[in-house]
């Protein structure tokens, strides 16, 4: 598939919120860790080398194939959207990773997965803002909208803003400082093969080269859905960082409002004040 944010502040506020999200995540692992795989390590080497591979080069289809069927590798596709997670990576794996973090969550007692819970939380609600801020790089503005209009569903059917005030309030604060601490690398990622599918240059194309068929609606949507695929040979096309990036750098400075009616939640707590909890 082809395919200077107050940058003192983001980098102290994150590393306070490092070690809560580092127990956090250590929780989910942890549990994961119970589920007996055995896999060896050959093949979790393996395993990662390619996914890296597959994430450099943009190929979210193959990947997102190879993270919805992972077999008896999903132990080592959570370390690894988690690791990608905490260095700054795109909405595509923190959706993943939020979604892996829910299946761990929902094999243990409600008292040890409200941790896990939290966590998937602030990656959704980070997917979501992301998708959002960093779409603004597709020339196709009816495509821009589409990533985190999905998420945002996902969110409202997860049950994850069922979750006491602390914890989401935690989330948000998790998912507000690492957008802050991700910008500057999500800058120079073109995800325009991800957040730029939907739109209606892909989808004119697709209907121009008869790749289109009737599917199953996905939740959110209603009555009869049209599957529609551009040709193997459409580029999504990016606009250029001096077009874009003011864009999406405006869209930025209302992030904490966003994020707090993301989540449900009248505040989002400093640093301190969550790490103390």
Known sequence: MRNTFKSK???RKSARILPLLAALLMSGHASAQDSGDQTSEQIVQTTIAAADRLLQDRDYEVLSGRLTNPGLLGRTYLDWLGAKFMSGESAFVAYFYAIYLQDVASQLPPEQAENIRGTAL???LYAIVVSDVDAQQCADR???ADRATKFAITLSQSGLLELADPVRESAALIALAFEERSWTLRQEIDD???LCQNG???IT???AAGNYDEREPVPGEIGRQIGVTPPEDFVYERLDPEIWLPVAQARRENLPETI???A????IPTPEEATVR
């Open 264 to 267: 449900r939640v009248d505040r």
């Open 260 to 262: 707090k009616a993301l």
């Open 142 to 144: 009816s495509a821009r």
């Open 122 to 124: 602030a990656a959704l």
């Open 9 to 11: 502040v983001v980098l």
């Open 192 to 194: 325009t093969g991800f």
């Open 205 to 207: 194309a697709g209907l």
């Open 200 to 202: 209606m240059a892909a």
